[in-house]
């Protein structure tokens, strides 16, 4: 299988700060692939050049291996690149459909040519299909306000808000590090179940436990590099926590 | 019946939650309109006289301008800014329509098309300040109350103009199937100001800006654009006030807006708006001009002089804003509750 995204050689630097050093990764659909490593590894660095929050300086980004260059957070959405933030992604004072739509609501004519106006039905019956196919059903109503919700229950619409416009590559950057036990799961238990849809889900976590058991691959960062890659069913956190701070990429365990 | 709130509660029985929920959410969607009944009851009870329809009608008149002035303060407020210079870019609004319908003898359309655009000139400035300066909107605006104010008093020589033809106090003064125009024209841009709020981009953006600046941004809306259009908005009905107040007084006066602003401002704070941003609505806004007008109207017909109508006003104010933060500390702490 082709990956969807390959990055190669990838170095972004801020003023004399080299954040990323030389990142080469591929992502494939169909998994969860974890990024972990310390605070200042570049974990945050990397997702953020993928959603277009930063530019990168050297090296190229291939997505269905077509060189492209990523200059916004709309150009991410155009290649089917979704971000799901730990926070600040919702609108306290908007309902759940109007946030999922927030930006790219469906509209409809009533005078043609003349005067469009918001299609609510559409998208409370979209918002709701997609609730549905992501099996989040603690959201039955989806006219209550976001402040109402709680934090899984928040997560989840900021995850049916990124793969309600068919993302194809789905980054959640800490999505539990506000949330209790139970929500954690609900969102573990989404990650899985996009990535099983054929999404690529790039999932960024400090909690080795949570990564062990949801994710495929573990990529390993220290200082702006890859510092290894492993299969989460060949791995143990020993291993991981010891690639993060040693930075060596220990073959085994022996 | 399994209500809404029901089944976000989920599996735990809380049906005490639920109902102070509901009852405060009534109390938020209807609060402003309680206050105001609870006024005109006060009102009607002191002095028997005071329920009639003329009285009522003299209480809509009265109330047009500021809650046409508070239409557009309201989405400004909405989206988490604020605009002060409504009040005398209102003034400079009839000023200029003055100078070309009095002055330069100009015909009575342009003139109102030319008020309209000076108050749609005056918001875009204050937009594109905030928006691509990045300072705090108070100070703009502020900064734009005297500078409106000094125009209008510089174009005008500091005198109020007279001399608009005859069929310009129809706006004011006329009367359609027995209903003051001005009414008339507050029922139709309500209508279209509520059609704007929900079903457009240009409202539902205010609320995400005003509810959260970043998530909007991150969601792809180009929120400097649409602050700009936002104090537009404001702009037009600081245009259509001054043609609605214009005609009234039959003249264009340089120095009558100021004080209108805060006006404005308290009626939309009454309605039931944040001004931390977020919340608001155009219904909000009108009663909350209604209301204060007809605790102007009840105190004057009970013969209360002007300047105790000043403390009583005060006094409404702080109260309605009190008990909309009691209301807020109250969801937050349900919210914590169905959170668990």
Redesign the interface.
Same mark, same amino acid.
């Given at each position: 299988m082709n990956p969807v995204i390959e990055i190669k050689g990838v170095k972004k630097s801020f003023g004399a700060v080299a954040a990323l050093k030389g990142v080469d990764l591929d992502f494939y659909c169909g998994e969860v692939l974890a990024i972990v490593g310390d605070n200042g590894a570049g974990k945050s660095t990397l997702i953020k050049v993928l959603s277009g929050v930063y530019t990168i300086d050297e090296g190229s980004i291939l997505i269905d291996g077509h060189p492209v260059s990523i200059k916004s957070?709309?150009d991410a959405?155009r290649f089917g690149i979704e971000?799901v933030?730990q926070d @600040?992604? @919702?609108?306290?004072?908007?309902d759940i459909s109007?946030n999922v739509f927030? #930006?790219?609501?469906i509209t409809k004519m009533i005078i043609p040519g003349l005067l469009k106006?918001?299609d609510h039905n559409a998208m409370r019956e979209r918002t709701r299909a997609v609730l549905n196919d992501l099996r989040i059903s603690?959201?039955?109503?989806l006219?209550?306000q976001v $402040? $109402?919700?709680? #934090?899984g229950q928040r997560q989840s619409v900021a995850v049916a808000?990124s793969v309600c416009f068919d993302a194809r590559v789905i980054i959640m950057d800490e999505p539990t590090a506000a949330l209790g036990v139970t929500q954690t799961r609900l969102v573990l238990d989404l990650a899985r179940r996009l990535s099983e849809r054929g999404c690529c889900v790039i999932y960024i976590s400090h909690i080795m436990r949570d990564v062990l058991e949801t994710a495929d691959r573990i990529a390993v960062m220290k200082s702006g590099q890859v510092v290894g890659l492993r299969k989460a069913a060949e791995t143990d956190s020993d291993e991981l926590v010891f690639m993060m701070i040693s930075g060596e990429n220990r073959k085994s365990r022996q | 019946m399994k209500s809404k709130v029901d089944t976000l509660v989920g599996e735990k029985p809380v049906a005490t939650v639920t109902y102070q929920v509901r009852s405060w959410r009534l109390f938020n969607r209807f609060g402003p309109a309680i206050m105001l009944m609870a006024v005109v009851a006060g009102m009607s009870i002191a002095h028997p006289d005071f329920l009639t329809i003329s009285n009522l009608m003299t209480i809509g008149l009265q109330a047009a301008v500021r809650a046409l002035l508070a239409i557009g303060e309201v989405l400004v407020i909405i989206s988490g800014g604020i605009d002060l210079s409504v009040g005398t870019a209102m003034s400079l609004s009839m000023v200029t329509m003055g100078l070309y319908v009095i002055n330069s003898h100009g015909s009575l359309e342009i003139g109102m098309l030319i008020a309209i655009a000076t108050g749609v000139l005056v918001g875009l400035v204050n937009g594109t300040l905030v928006a691509f300066l990045g300072l705090p909107p108070f100070i703009i605006t502020l900064g734009m109350l005297g500078i409106a104010q000094g125009l209008a008093l510089t174009l005008s020589s500091g005198f109020s103009m007279y001399g608009f033809p005859k069929e310009f106090d129809f706006l004011g003064g006329g009367q359609i199937f027995g209903i003051p125009v001005p009414i008339v024209i507050l029922g139709v841009v309500a209508l279209v100001a509520s059609f704007i709020f929900r079903e457009t981009r240009l409202g539902r953006y205010a609320y995400a800006i005003g509810g959260g600046e970043e998530a909007a941004r991150r969601a792809g809306i180009p929120v400097r654009r649409f602050k700009v259009a936002i104090y537009a908005f404001c702009g037009g009905l600081v245009g259509i006030s001054s043609i609605v107040l214009s005609s009234r007084i039959n003249s264009a006066h340089p120095g009558i807006g100021i004080g209108y602003e805060l006006d404005a401002i308290a009626a939309v704070v009454i309605g039931g708006a944040s001004l931390m941003g977020g919340r608001g609505n155009v219904s909000g806004a009108i009663i909350g001009a209604l209301t204060m007008a007809a605790i102007r109207f009840g105190l004057n017909v009970m013969a209360v002089t002007p300047f105790i109508q000043q403390i009583v006003i005060g006094v409404i104010l702080i109260i309605a804003v009190y008990l909309d933060r009691l209301r807020i500390l109250q969801e937050a702490k349900l919210d914590r509750l169905r959170a668990r």
């Open positions: 957070p709309k959405k971000t933030y @600040l992604a @919702l609108c306290d004072n908007l109007s927030l #930006g790219r609501e106006v918001f603690s959201l039955e109503t006219t209550s $402040h $109402h919700l709680s #934090g808000k | -």
